[in-house]
């Protein structure tokens, strides 16, 4: 199946073409009892989801089987774990999606209504137990694969990808008709392109982040400006690393220049420093002397901005020690919403919320109410880096340690995302 022979629902990620599984074997406590006559589908956000197999049978009713009881699809046989085959026997529900019905030779027409193409083939891809519609193929290639010519559509096509490889994610594709069984012909499947200009620059990121790569580059560069620069900002990091390379530096300057020099830095600080150092003299002077200011001091050491006064206590005090002592002990103190257990050598052992400690039964032990499990920052941590664990894991200071875990300061939240925000807007 598109090279990969086996998918087993528990791996993460299997692709296949539909042609390539219909009329697979389909096995029960390792018997045949049918073969895969179609898929049923719902539209679920940007790709559609596999939510039942319709199966003929030589001797019996057909069979609609929920996408559950499939335990794994390998080669041309889909295992199935069901008690009682009667129990599924019957036809789709009349609005069901049937994908070899109503998309397999479907025009696929522009947002004008003009043809494009037509729908020889489609892709699925298997997720984490999911099995989604993630492309349709317009493809001779796929025409050719599709009625058993592979081999022939390799010899013409020369093994060439960039040829024999013309798919749309569904992506682009309108959500069809609920009441599908009572449309007859061609059923309008729309290139969604020209509709991008309307959406919300996270609903456009969503779908960037679902195509692979070419696509996303292709329907980014569709984009007007102010809605490429809006969806550039809302895009994954690890996209976004991606992405900016296969764009021209120029196209890059033009979105970044359309964005607060903080939001800039956000976006040039996830890329390599040779492709940020490129990007940089192709801004206006004055955002690039910006951005270049902020990139360099989310650099600086963390150290620089912690501070020693903070609460700690050894672990065997009692919550009523140390609620006698609190009021005392934090005076002067610049975080106090945290307590810090430490050992004699200042050994980092755990944290306690001041709240935990106002609810805990007076008599327990700090050492029984801390969380050992601890999330802390290192001494050669950035500003950057920080910032980026405020925002991951909300809390509001963060201790600094060194390798032996002993505690050298600790950063409250305001000191970091306020300066932040200050200095990158």
Same mark, same amino acid.
């Given at each position: 199946m598109n090279g990969n022979q086996t998918a087993n629902k528990n791996h993460v990620e299997h692709s296949f073409f539909l042609s390539e599984i219909l009329g697979a074997r389909i096995v029960r406590a390792g018997k045949?009892?049918?073969?895969?006559?179609?898929?049923?589908?719902?539209?679920?956000? /940007?790709?559609?989801?596999?939510?039942?197999?319709?199966?003929?049978?030589?001797?019996?009713?057909?069979?609609?089987?929920?996408?559950?009881?499939?335990?794994?699809?390998?080669? +041309?046989? $889909?295992?199935?774990?069901?008690?009682?085959?009667?129990?599924?026997?019957g036809v789709p529900a009349d609005d069901a999606l049937l994908l070899k019905d109503y998309v397999l030779d479907k025009k696929v027409l522009d947002m004008e209504g003009r043809e494009v193409e037509v729908v020889y083939d489609v892709r699925l891809v298997l997720r984490n137990h999911t099995l989604y519609v993630s492309d349709v193929d317009l493809s001779r290639y796929g025409l050719l694969r599709r009625i058993g010519l592979k081999g022939l559509a390799d010899f013409i096509y020369g093994l060439a990808d960039s040829i024999k490889? @013309? /798919?749309?994610?569904?992506? %682009?594709?309108?959500?069809?008709?609920? @009441?599908?069984s009572g449309f007859k012909g061609d059923v309008k499947l729309k290139v969604l392109k020209e509709k991008l200009s309307d959406m919300h620059p996270v609903d456009v990121a969503d779908i960037l982040e679902d195509l692979d790569p070419e696509q996303r580059v292709v329907l980014f560069d569709g984009l007007d400006a102010d809605q490429a620069s809006d969806a550039l900002e809302e895009i994954d990091p690890d996209v976004q690393r991606e992405?900016?390379?296969?764009?021209?530096?120029?196209?890059?300057?033009?979105?970044?220049?359309?964005?607060?020099?903080?939001?800039?830095?956000? $976006?040039?600080?996830?890329?390599?420093?040779?492709?940020?150092?490129?990007?940089?003299?192709?801004?206006?002077?004055?955002?690039?002397?910006?951005?270049?200011?902020?990139?360099?001091?989310?650099?600086?050491?963390?150290?620089?901005?912690?501070?020693?006064?903070?609460?700690?206590?050894?672990?065997? +005090?009692?919550?009523?020690?140390? @609620?006698?002592?609190?009021?005392?002990?934090?005076?002067?103190?610049?975080?106090?919403?945290?307590? %810090?257990?430490?050992?004699? +050598? +200042?050994?980092?052992?755990?944290?306690?919320?001041?709240?935990?400690?106002?609810?805990?039964?007076?008599?327990?032990?700090?050492?029984?109410?801390?969380?050992?499990?601890?999330?802390?920052?290192?001494?050669?941590?950035?500003l950057k880096e920080a910032a980026a664990m405020f925002a991951r894991y909300d809390f509001r200071a963060l201790p600094i340690?060194?390798?032996?875990?002993?505690?050298?300061?600790?950063?409250? %939240?305001?000191?970091?995302?306020?300066?932040?925000?200050?200095?990158?807007e």
């Open positions: 045949k009892v049918g073969k895969l006559s179609d898929f049923v589908v719902k539209e679920n956000h /940007t790709l559609p989801v596999v939510t039942h197999l319709y199966i003929s049978r030589p001797f019996g009713e057909s069979a609609v089987i929920p996408w559950a009881r499939v335990t794994s699809i390998v080669d +041309r046989q $889909i295992v199935i774990d069901v008690d009682r085959l009667a129990d599924y026997e490889e @013309q /798919t749309i994610s569904w992506a %682009y594709i309108e959500p069809l008709p609920t @009441q599908i992405l900016v390379p296969s764009l021209k530096k120029e196209k890059v300057a033009q979105l970044i220049d359309e964005m607060t020099p903080g939001q800039a830095a956000d $976006i040039l600080s996830v890329l390599p420093a040779s492709e940020a150092n490129s990007i940089l003299p192709l801004l206006s002077a004055e955002n690039a002397n910006k951005v270049k200011s902020i990139l360099e001091k989310q650099e600086e050491n963390i150290l620089n901005y912690a501070t020693r006064e903070y609460l700690t206590f050894t672990p065997d +005090r009692t919550v009523e020690q140390v @609620q006698d002592e609190y009021r005392l002990a934090a005076r002067g103190k610049d975080v106090i919403m945290y307590l %810090y257990v430490v050992d004699e +050598r +200042r050994k980092l052992l755990g944290i306690i919320d001041i709240k935990e400690l106002l609810l805990a039964p007076d008599q327990v032990r700090l050492k029984d109410i801390m969380v050992d499990n601890i999330i802390s920052l290192e001494p050669d941590s950035t340690t060194d390798d032996n875990d002993v505690i050298l300061g600790v950063v409250p %939240y305001r000191d970091v995302m306020k300066l932040t925000h200050r200095f990158w």
